[in-house]
């Protein structure tokens, strides 16, 4: 037997912000962290170099959050940052600029305490 999908609603939510020096991936799930729509640059035909700009983080977070809204009326959203390259305040801008509701932007970038171990003593 082959099941009719429902149309689930997710009108609160998370948006996970991935910037990397290469690319920008941006997840949004619903409240338990089920990922509802997943956005990267390279799904939007950027490719090479032209994936770490900050305009492609822009055109990929408005069309994940535009296909969010449209298919599962997503309105309110906290939003996770992590990483520190070039698509990091261009994404941002764009959720701010989007008719989701933010409620906090929490930064999750980790952060090296002690670093690698130093290599052993060298004899000669």
Partial sequence: MIQ???????????IYITSTFNNTIVTITDEKGNPIVIGSCGMHGFSGTRKSTPYAATVTTETALKKAGEKFGFQTADVYVKGIGPGREASLRAVKASKVDINRIIDITPVPHNGVRPPKIRRV
């Fill in 4 to 14: 009719k999908q429902t149309k689930k609603n997710v009108i609160k939510g998370i």
